[in-house]
């Protein structure tokens, strides 16, 4: 099986394995037990945040362990959200292609009468700072902008974006849960007020994230409880999966520049030989792109058919995100990017890992252009562009 859904989730790795096996069997005192044993799982707990702020420059104080990258940005935005309302300011920005995890946190904040804008992120996946600048009022209380987008790669100019938002006082939040263990994260240097990440994306266990918050911000209970994560997230934490996250981020933060420059050149190659079968077109910027990312567009073909035969071959793909595929709605990134519906069906996503190989690599680049030659011979509308009753868009 060759497995390129990264963006979706990632394989557990060994060390992250091994991290989490002392506390998947002996070890599984609660750390909130006043005995040598729950005292050894709270010791864990206490070094595996040491460890994460430490990958993020922040303070250990700074970091409350969720159960992912959803309920770190809902609550996240929904405590934005409560501070901004405490001051009457209830404008909220973002941007058009965010992952659902914030855009559906959202849509519950407008029915509740707050006002959000939702910034444009042109044709190559990225803000406009013009924009975010001239969108901030007096009422707006967070911007929330993702660091990088989970379906085309693209980043964002986060310390840009944070030093606008410090000049104007207004709380930022990134949900960094694709760039975290892929780019360069510093809190601290770029200005980052709140963030969200999630172990899944790299190389960590499932159902395990992080919500970093600025010191002073007063977070809102998603979960009532005890007094775990200083009272602001209740129930007993997930010490393994606490322990492997902090190893697979400490794995990341060192083999980061590696591992990127391996999957650039693989994800240049892609781009490069796919990019020749005619009537294609990349999504997103082709430079300013998560280096494991390759997406892109084949006119005259259904993606999910493309997905299917992709599947018989042996590769494990994407048409974008996890969440929106099963569903016949196009993806609303590449429709925020300006795809027309009918080419954003025909979407491939491509995303690397570590353990990706050139021979994997060099497979899907003979693969691909065989299966969408073949399901364009059985379009009926490609058949209608090739005999020109249709134009072309790519
Ligand atoms: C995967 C993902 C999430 C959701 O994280 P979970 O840990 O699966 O809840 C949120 N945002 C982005 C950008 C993601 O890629």
Redesign the pocket.
């Known amino acids: 099986m060759i497995y390129l859904d990264n ?3 990632t394989e557990l790795s060994k060390s992250a394995l091994d991290a989490m096996m002392p506390y998947l069997t002996r070890e599984y005192g609660n750390a909130s037990s006043l005995h040598s044993s729950g005292q050894r799982s709270k010791e864990a707990l206490e070094t595996a945040r040491e460890d994460i702020a430490k990958c993020l420059n922040a303070s250990p104080r700074e970091i409350y362990f969720t ?7 809902n609550q996240a935005i929904l405590s934005a959200a409560e501070l901004g309302a405490k001051k009457n300011k209830k404008h909220i920005i973002s941007s058009k292609f ?5 855009l559906h946190t959202l849509k519950k904040l407008e029915k509740q009468g707050y006002k959000v804008t939702y910034l444009d992120v042109y044709e190559n996946g990225i803000i406009h700072l013009d924009d975010l600048e001239s969108a901030i009022t007096e009422e707006t209380c967070l911007v929330t902008i ?5 379906e085309i790669g693209t980043i964002q100019p986060i310390k840009e974006i944070g030093e606008i938002c410090r000049k104007h006082g207004v709380l930022f939040h990134t ?4 760039a975290v263990g892929h780019i360069n994260v510093d809190v601290k240097d770029q200005c980052i007020d709140m963030l ?1 990440l ?4 790299f190389h960590g266990p ?4 992080v919500l970093y918050a600025k010191q002073g911000i007063l977070l809102t209970n998603l979960i009532e409880g005890g007094a775990q994560e200083r009272g602001r997230r209740g129930g007993t934490e997930n010490i393994a999966g606490i322990v492997g996250m902090a190893q697979a981020l400490k794995d990341a933060v060192k083999e980061l520049d590696e591992v990127s420059k391996q999957e650039t050149k693989l994800r240049d190659k892609l781009i490069e030989s796919l990019g020749k079968i005619p009537h294609s077109s990349l999504n997103g910027d082709a430079k300013l792109r998560l280096s494991n990312n390759f997406n892109m567009c084949f006119e005259g073909i259904e993606g999910e058919s493309l997905l299917l035969l992709l599947d018989d071959a042996g590769i494990c793909a994407s048409s974008g ?2 969440c929106t595929s099963g569903s016949l709605d196009p993806s609303h990134v590449l429709l925020a990017i300006g795809r027309p519906h009918e080419v954003a069906h025909g979407s491939l996503r491509l995303t690397l890992s570590k353990y990706t190989t050139e021979e994997e690599i060099d497979y899907v680049i003979k693969k691909v252009p065989e299966v969408v030659e073949y399901l364009r011979k059985m379009s009926p509308v490609w058949d209608e562009l090739e005999k020109g009753k249709k134009q072309h868009i790519l």
């Open positions: 963006a979706g989730t159960s992912g990258g959803s309920e770190s940005d965010e992952h659902h995890a914030v993702m660091f990088a987008n989970n949900d960094a849960v694709q969200s999630s172990a899944h994306k499932k159902g395990i994230g995100s996890a």
